[in-house]
């Protein structure tokens, strides 16, 4: 059973380029959330995707988008690249809450994206 | 209001040490408190969680401890190894939402 899986691993881009980061969920999950973060701090809420639709969003600008695809994978896009955006950006995948069915999200390995 | 405290910072410990890594919350609509682990280069991994209907939650050499009127849960991990080296996280949030916030980390060094 395969866990939380992202692409690419690594990333080099410059200011003002564009970026997309992949991800696939835990099997049997349908739901999608998007951290960001920064060295040596804890992970910050991007937002979350649930039936191809953004539920939630964090404090991020709109340079910041994503999309959910019918097979709940997701892509995290920024655009207009930022210094300050070189991060780990983190999925975390989880069931859409059910009664019951619990509040964990497993998080996949990371993108490590850098802006030079 | 959204924030966690975590505290310490940095940590370290001789091999069978018992750290203990502190946070605190305040918004009391948060009722589900994970616990996650980092190694370096790797997504973080969840260790263990508690709810606020129970005061101590063990698994395997994991503790939570929380106290519900306090806003605050700690993690104890017993009997301490070299390999238990790496970045804790605590986090809270408030069930049905998935939205994740966490504390800032401390990060753990076991010596042999």
């Known amino acids: 059973d395969a866990g939380v899986t992202q692409s690419p691993t690594h990333l080099i881009k410059t200011r003002g380029q564009q970026v997309t980061l992949r991800c696939s969920p835990k099997?049997?999950?349908?739901?999608v959330s998007w951290y960001q973060q920064a060295l040596g701090q804890g992970p910050q809420f991007i937002f979350q995707?649930?039936?191809?639709?953004?539920?939630q969003r964090g404090n991020f600008p709109d340079r910041f988008s994503g999309h959910q695809f019918p097979n709940y994978s997701s892509e995290l896009n920024v655009n207009a690249l930022l210094l300050g955006d070189s991060a780990l950006y983190l999925c975390?995948?989880?069931?859409?809450?059910?009664?019951?069915?619990?509040?964990?999200?497993?998080f996949g390995p990371g993108t490590r994206l850098t802006v030079l | 209001q959204q924030q966690v405290k975590q505290s310490p910072q940095s940590l370290i410990v001789q091999k069978g040490g018992i750290p203990i890594i502190n946070c605190a919350y305040e918004?009391?609509?948060?009722?589900?408190f994970p616990w996650y682990q980092q190694f370096p280069g790797k997504g973080p991994a969840l260790l263990i969680a508690?709810?606020?209907?129970?005061s101590e939650k063990k698994e395997g050499r994991f503790t939570i401890s929380f106290n519900k009127s306090a806003k605050q849960f700690s993690l104890h991990i017993m009997d301490s190894q070299p390999g238990d080296s790496a970045t804790y996280f605590c986090a809270a949030v408030q069930s049905g939402t998935y939205k994740y916030i966490f504390g800032t980390g401390t990060r753990l060094k076991v010596l042999a």
């Open positions: 995707y649930y039936e191809e639709e953004e539920r």
């Open positions: 508690i709810r606020p209907d129970v």
């Open positions: 918004n009391t609509a948060f009722d589900y």
């Open positions: 975390a995948s989880s069931l859409r809450y059910r009664q019951g069915v619990g509040d964990e999200q497993f």
């Open positions: 099997s049997g999950h349908d739901t």
